[in-house]
């Protein structure tokens, strides 16, 4: 019996040990994590669970993440990376990196955590076209029409596609295949690991269809819009036409697709939303200028700017207007396309601010300045936003 309560009594004194250790290795944990917030791990290390890798967040573009950064209150400046020429580029977020085209002819990989270079690429001529990260290759369009992937941990080269045309598209990488837009008025599915060809639809108008838009994928069609005033869905398999839908001008919006349908703006000052399978239009907004930047989709809710110089909430079902916000611009035209991360929308603007704006009502939560106009479109990351300007500056907020 003695023995008995003996072994209980050093099972316990052993169980509360291992609590106490446990205790103090948590403290140390913790105080070595706030020591890394000063002093960056490898990037090998920083690993981190949210990534946004391609331009408007995923392929369907729907530009919104069901994550809210817990920081982001302010709109502070966490760091700042100068590259050597504007970024009109949008960057990616993988695994702790950061990734952005320039026009100083360079991609660029940046720490997510110091902001530190990692990398750079020198391509062939400047970087419009946002990157997209494929496993271990960032795939790039250049205006020197050649479409890149380069290896993320490095940035060398792993292949090279040439287009028909310059390349400002930014790629949609699903499945194994690659599917970019050109200013040759084609859209081309390229095989991710190879680089080869796999089918080219040339269906837009050669003399006035010039695609500068970035396709969107959804449930096996790729959506395209072209400057011929055309919306495309092409069988994402064989790039066969299943449908198109004209508007009365160019259309310069990359196309959003929610719930099976799909959302665009056009130059003739029509928003349209457009069922995915028939192309059939499901409701028409009619504004008074054109719409120039992507839409953003989230909750029901469809977010777009027009060069009337405000954002607009809409129902995605019916077209009705919830809200909408004047921003600020010097120019009539929104250069910057929102984003959507938790319960607020982040964009830039010609005037050279980032802005922060509430989903339920549009109200401005804050806006950050920086020294020139903003084309490039926020990324969210797990503390921050990150973005670029044409002051050649990556801007990352918190």
Not at 84 to 97: F, H, K, Q, R, V
Not at 150 to 158: F, V
Not at 306 to 334: E, F, H, M
Request: charged content about 15%; some cysteine; glycine content about 10%.
């Amino acid at each position: 019996m003695i023995c008995t309560k003996r072994i209980k009594l050093r099972s316990t004194f052993r169980s509360a040990s291992v609590l106490i250790a446990s205790l103090f290795l948590a403290f140390a944990l913790v105080s070595a994590a706030t020591s890394a917030e000063q002093k960056p791990l490898p990037v090998s290390i920083a690993k981190v669970s949210v990534n946004w890798p391609m331009y408007r967040f995923n392929s369907a573009r729907t530009a919104s993440l069901n994550f809210a950064p817990q920081c982001i209150a302010t709109g502070k400046r966490k760091w700042v990376f100068p590259a050597e020429g504007g970024i009109d580029s949008s960057p990616a977020i993988y695994n702790g990196l950061i990734f952005v085209g320039c026009d100083d002819w360079n991609v660029y990989a940046v720490d997510e955590r110091s902001g530190n270079m990692v990398w750079r690429a020198k391509l062939g001529g400047q970087v419009k076209s946002s990157p997209a990260v494929d496993g271990t290759m960032v795939i790039v369009g250049c205006e020197d029409s050649n479409l890149y992937a380069l290896d993320s941990a490095n940035g060398k080269e792993i292949w090279k596609f040439k287009a028909g045309g310059r390349l400002s598209s930014s790629p949609c990488t699903v499945n194994g295949t690659t599917y970019v837009c050109s200013w040759d008025a084609a859209l081309y599915a390229i095989d991710s690991k190879t680089g080869t060809l796999k089918w080219k639809f040339a269906g837009a108008d050669p003399t006035n269809g010039r695609m500068t838009s970035s396709p969107a994928y959804y449930d096996g069609t790729v959506y395209v819009t072209s400057h011929d005033g055309f919306a495309y869905a092409v069988n994402a398999l064989d790039g066969t036409l299943k449908w198109k839908f004209k508007t009365a001008d160019k259309i310069f919006s990359s196309a959003l697709v929610m719930n099976n349908i799909v959302y665009f703006g056009s130059w003739d000052h029509n928003f349209y939303a457009v069922d995915a399978l028939t192309g059939k239009t499901v409701w028409t907004y009619k504004g008074t200028e054109n719409y120039s930047i992507s839409p953003a989709g989230a909750d029901g809710k469809i977010f777009v700017g027009s060069d009337d110089l405000k954002l607009y909430c809409l129902n995605a079902a019916t077209g009705k207007v919830l809200w909408k916000q004047q921003i600020n611009s010097p120019v009539p035209l929104l250069s910057s396309a929102p984003v959507v991360a938790g319960g607020s929308i982040y964009m830039g603007s010609s005037d050279g601010n980032v802005y922060s704006l509430d989903t339920r009502n549009g109200a401005i939560k804050w806006k950050f300045k920086t020294q020139r106009p903003i084309v490039s479109n926020a990324a969210v990351g797990p503390s921050g936003v990150c973005i670029g300007s044409q002051d050649g500056n990556l801007y990352y907020l918190y």
